[in-house]
């Protein structure tokens, strides 16, 4: 295969420790920058000593070694040899015994980000599913399972081949007696066809032609179940050609109008309107300019500092949420009276100037229990999306994004080109610890919430976030900084 295993306890490399400073040469590599640090490892990216020309390498030093996570995913790489997955190229030990992990550069955009911008090519499909299968052939092949067959889990090259990225996720199917676990063998097949669903939706095939998820699932329940991936990759082949995958199309998106509030009243408006549990991007969009180009922005600015030094925090807070409501109800139409009502309920939180009256009724009790647990749930899920923001961006993983931040929001496709520049060469800027500073809700509609996040002595300034939730749970939409 090519691959070095070099023990490097004797040699003369520089300490990589975090923090310190960037050594000259790691395992026969010279650095040519830090890239990033995780919780568990340090990443540079590197170019041979012996060959200067050849494409560059993201080196990662591991601050365990007897890591049972990490020996399984290497050894699984290591098998694999590149077949649909990150090539390992060198492992080495540090002086302190720590393992270095050399592997080829994946600066592409994911699988994810291609089909949410736009629709495959029956031809890219035929591609892309061709290459997924060969992948989880061959870690079959070599006793593992994947599991995480998610679209934000493959990623695509420079020159547009598609792997799979994060093994961590692997584990044995190969039992002590030379059997394997079919269950996961088979669990493993159900993920692929799950996989190829979102692959091929939308796309025309020719008259006859199958589907490829669909023809999977009809062997996966055939008993006994067969292994029949060599099959499923004759199946696609037969579908078109293969074409190579376009990874930058000219996109022309539609203009989108940014609207005014409607006068009609809740009754008039359509039911299915109103039933919307999702806020759509557009008026997300139109959230966002407003808040970081418009009067509100400037207002929002000067009332903090005006009043921060004179009034109670609760006046400050409760001038801030009236300009981000003034935003929000702005752009956003008018929601159903169910929600009005918890909306309604959830302003005593707000205002503690009266006590309950005794006529409350024991559902406007319970509306403002909901509301602030809501409120609870958006702080924390934000001091959670902040926080994983800075590791993946640390560990250089765009597919970790993609995971915490929504699909076609400003923000992911920024932390994405930072990602690719820095796995090009570049520096990545370390992000403030913005989890730990305070942070309250200051605007929400539908689950579109809005927040502040307060400023750290000598570490960040005072910034806005918003978070959408989902199906998928709370994403990251955007950062404003005031």
């Not at 290497?74 to 997955?85: S, Y």
């Not at 009043?307 to 109800?329: N, Q, T, Y």
């Not at 300034?461 to 709370?474: D, F, K, N, Q, Y």
Request: some cysteine; charged content about 25%.
């Amino acid at each position: 295969m090519g691959r070095r295993r070099v023990d490097d306890r004797g040699g003369r490399d520089t300490d990589a420790s975090a923090g310190g400073p960037v050594p000259a040469t790691i395992a026969g590599y010279r650095v040519v920058r830090r890239l990033g640090a995780g919780g568990r490892v340090e990443v540079y990216l590197a170019r041979r000593d012996d060959a200067p020309d050849e494409e560059p390498v993201a080196v990662r030093v591991y601050r365990r070694a007897d890591d049972d996570v990490t020996a399984l995913e290497l050894e699984a790489l290591d098998r694999v040899d590149g077949r649909g997955w990150p090539r390992l190229i060198d492992l080495s030990s540090m002086p302190d015994g720590r393992l270095c992990v050399v592997q080829e550069v994946f600066g592409g955009p994911s699988l994810a980000s291609i089909l949410h911008q736009r629709r495959l090519s029956v031809n890219e499909a035929v591609t892309v599913s061709a290459s997924l299968v060969q992948a989880v052939a061959a870690l079959h092949a070599v006793g593992f399972v994947y599991g995480r067959m998610r679209s934000s889990a493959v990623q695509f090259s420079a020159d547009g081949r598609p792997a799979f990225v994060g093994a961590g996720a692997v584990v044995r199917h190969a039992l002590p007696d030379g059997t394997s676990d079919l269950g996961a063998v088979r669990a493993d097949h159900e993920h692929l066809a799950e996989l190829l669903d979102g692959v091929w939706a939308g796309i025309e095939r020719a008259p006859g032609a199958v589907a490829p998820a669909e023809w999977l699932r009809e062997r996966i329940a055939t008993r006994p179940f067969v292994a029949c991936l060599a099959e499923l990759e004759r199946v696609v082949f037969d579908i078109a050609s293969p074409a190579a995958v376009d990874l930058n199309p000219v996109v022309h998106p539609e203009p989108v109008p940014v609207t005014r509030r409607s006068t009609k009243s809740a009754a008039t408006i359509a039911p299915t309107a109103r039933a919307r549990s999702v806020v759509p991007d557009d008026l997300l969009e139109t959230i966002a300019a407003l808040l970081e180009t418009s009067w509100v922005a400037a207002a929002r600015t000067r009332l903090s500092r005006l009043l921060a030094a004179r009034r109670p925090v609760v006046i400050v807070g409760a001038c801030i949420a009236a300009a981000s409501s003034v935003v929000l109800l702005t752009v956003v139409p008018p929601s159903s009276p169910a929600v009005d009502a918890a909306s309604e309920s959830s302003s005593v939180v707000t205002e503690p100037s009266e006590a309950p009256k005794p006529q409350q009724t024991s559902a406007g009790a319970r509306g403002t229990e909901i509301a602030e647990k809501a409120t609870d749930d958006a702080v924390t899920a934000l001091r959670g999306l902040l926080e994983r923001r800075a590791e993946c961006r640390a560990e250089l993983s765009v597919s970790c994004l993609e995971a915490i931040e929504q699909p076609g929001s400003a923000i992911l496709d920024a932390d994405r080109r930072a990602i690719i520049a820095a796995q090009n060469g570049e520096q990545i800027d370390e992000l403030p610890r913005t989890w730990e500073a305070e942070i309250r809700v200051t605007g929400t509609m539908g689950e579109a919430v809005l927040l502040s996040i307060d400023a750290l002595p000598g570490d960040s300034e005072p910034a806005s976030a918003l978070i959408v939730r989902g199906e998928a749970g709370w994403r990251l939409r955007e950062i404003f900084a005031e």
